[in-house]
């Protein structure tokens, strides 16, 4: 591979100040997640990334990465894409329900509109088919002209990346199903092909009519014979896979929706990396009782161990993971405990993998923190308040905040609460107090010592504050975190039924037991440490 270019596109390099060190834990994530991919008419892989409203080109020789449309670009959360025989590149927009063309001029205009969870989709003699990946979803027939879409198939359950085949019929996963259904080229009855799965997300067909598939939850490539229905397996990687996509001579490459890591696989079955996995965030950061980090990466939670090394211990679609999460604190006895987009705090094991929910149908949860008495205190942005759980209650530590996001807890009790929306943290203490303002974006808090610390997303710096002096330092500039100078991503408002949103973006800090301070720089996709020089 050669070297990849950062997602996070700035000229200025981060810098620790006077008294401080700044080293990567882990490397820059090139994309944000991989899901749909294509070869495109110049031969490269072009690969969509839902999370970071991004569409990239990587060339399979050497691995080299180009973006084809940047985050805060016309194309908005794309999750799967299809070439016609002029050039055109139809591409689905999963959270902002609609299809978009973009013309080999560059120029994009809307060719669907009004489809939610708008998903798979493929080009078959410059016919287009598209579903919606909810429950309850639709599979259509497109065209680009901008005429209104034909319905060809509804009520399905889930279905993601689809394909026809060389029977003239349309392939796709039903995910809710854990099958791989078919209909035909006009509509109709839907009928079972594959069943007994493991989280089937995409299928393809080789030049020789096998039919292939990405199973999500096991890792494992499927080759399906059309004739007599058996199946082989391919080759078995990490589990996450997303899509995959085949050159006329059947090279295989494969995309991983949970770490963006895209690869070829070759016909022992081993992969040849092309994109190296990271993150998509990350979000929330905690630090264990025996150092290891953990990272709330939306649709994954990861730890990570001090030299670095990253592994997944839970992910969406695994049957045992709280939702899509965000904000993150260490609980007792190994638990964490979490906000999700739905709205849930939630204790969560990263090995044991069980589950308890503290709190249900809240409004846009960010930080929390775990109080001296174990009560957890949490920002509620949407709503604007700042939340105590107790025992199964909820009660309202202050109201009428511009997006509260990072929550941090003094030893005496003490609440810390960034308010994003006014660019200031304050302390809730019966009343609303300002600590210190004059900020940007304030998302990440945490206390080292005597001093608050604050992650400023829109001033691309980490600011101290002694608790004491209420003297102010800067700690760290240039940071890559939130979106890069002179971009404004767009809102990716979820999935209604499977990742509620808005999916704003929340970059967290954590603190040592040796007093480094980890930075989620969910701009570039790493995790920061900053210690004592």
């Known amino acids: 591979m050669e070297n990849q270019p950062s997602r996070f596109v700035s000229d200025r390099t981060a810098e620790a100040g006077p008294g401080w060190r700044l080293r990567a834990l882990t490397p820059p994530s090139v994309l944000f997640g991989a899901n749909g991919m294509r070869i495109g008419p110049d031969g490269r892989l072009y690969v969509a990334q839902a999370f970071g409203s991004q569409v990239s080109a990587v060339d399979i020789a050497t ?31 999963v959270m902002s329900e609609r299809v978009c063309a973009r013309e080999p001029s560059g120029q994009t205009r809307i060719i669907a509109d ?6 798979g989709i493929t080009a078959w003699r410059d016919r287009l088919f598209m579903d919606e990946c909810r429950p309850g979803g639709r599979l259509f027939e497109l065209f680009p002209d901008g005429r209104a879409p034909r319905q060809l198939a509804d009520n399905l359950p889930l279905p993601n990346a689809l394909s026809v085949g060389p029977d003239g019929k349309i392939y796709f996963p039903a995910i809710g199903a854990n099958e791989i259904w078919r209909i035909p ?14 989280v089937p997300t995409a299928v393809k067909f080789d030049s020789k009519g096998f039919l292939l598939s990405t199973q999500g939850r096991s890792g494992e490539i499927l080759r399906i014979d059309l004739q007599s229905g058996d199946k082989r397996v391919v080759a078995k990687v990490r589990p996450g896979l997303d899509n995959l996509a085949l050159t006329p001579d059947d090279r295989l490459f494969v995309s ?18 092309l994109v190296p996995a990271g993150f998509l965030g990350p979000m929330g950061l905690a ?17 990570v161990t001090s030299d670095g090394a990253a592994r997944r211990v839970g992910m969406l679609f695994d049957g045992h993971f709280p939702g899509f999460v965000r904000g993150l604190t260490a609980g007792a006895n190994g638990n964490l405990v979490v906000t999700t987009s739905a709205g849930d705090v939630t204790v969560y094991h990263p090995e044991t993998h069980e589950m308890a929910v503290l709190a249900t149908g809240l409004n846009e949860l960010y930080g929390l923190a775990i109080a001296p008495d174990g009560d957890v205190v949490v920002s ?25 996001t990072g929550v941090a807890i003094g030893a005496g009790g003490e609440v810390y609460v960034s308010e994003s929306g006014n660019g200031r943290v304050v302390q809730i203490n019966g009343g609303v107090a300002t600590v210190i303002d004059g900020l940007v974006e304030p998302q990440g808090l945490a206390i080292a010592g005597e001093e608050l610390l604050v992650l400023d997303v829109g001033a691309h710096a980490l600011v101290g504050v002694s608790l004491r002096t209420k003297q102010r330092s800067t700690i760290a500039t240039n940071l890559p975190v939130g979106a890069p100078p002179g971009v404004v991503p767009k809102l990716l408002l979820g999935i209604d039924g499977l990742l509620p949103g808005p999916l704003r973006p929340f970059a967290g800090l954590a603190v040592g037991a040796d007093g480094t301070v980890f930075i989620a720089a969910d701009g570039d996709g790493s995790i920061l440490a900053l210690s004592r020089a």
């Open 63 to 93: 691995g080299a990465v180009a973006t084809i449309s940047p985050i805060g670009g016309a194309i908005v959360a794309p999750d799967d894409l299809a070439f016609d025989s002029r050039g055109a590149l139809y591409v689905t927009e």
């Open 114 to 119: 009004q489809v939610p969870g708008a998903n």
């Open 185 to 198: 080229l006009d509509g109709g009855r839907p009928e079972r092909f594959a069943g007994d799965l493991a």
């Open 380 to 404: 509620e942005g949407g709503d604007g308040r700042v939340l105590e759980v107790s025992g199964g209650a909820i009660g309202v530590l202050a109201r009428g905040l511009a997006r509260p």
């Open 287 to 303: 630090c264990g009782a025996d150092g290891t980090i953990y990272a709330a990466d939306g649709i994954s939670m990861a730890e």
């Open 256 to 273: 991983h929706f949970v770490d963006g890591g895209v690869a070829e696989i070759m016909a022992n079955g081993a992969e040849r990396l």
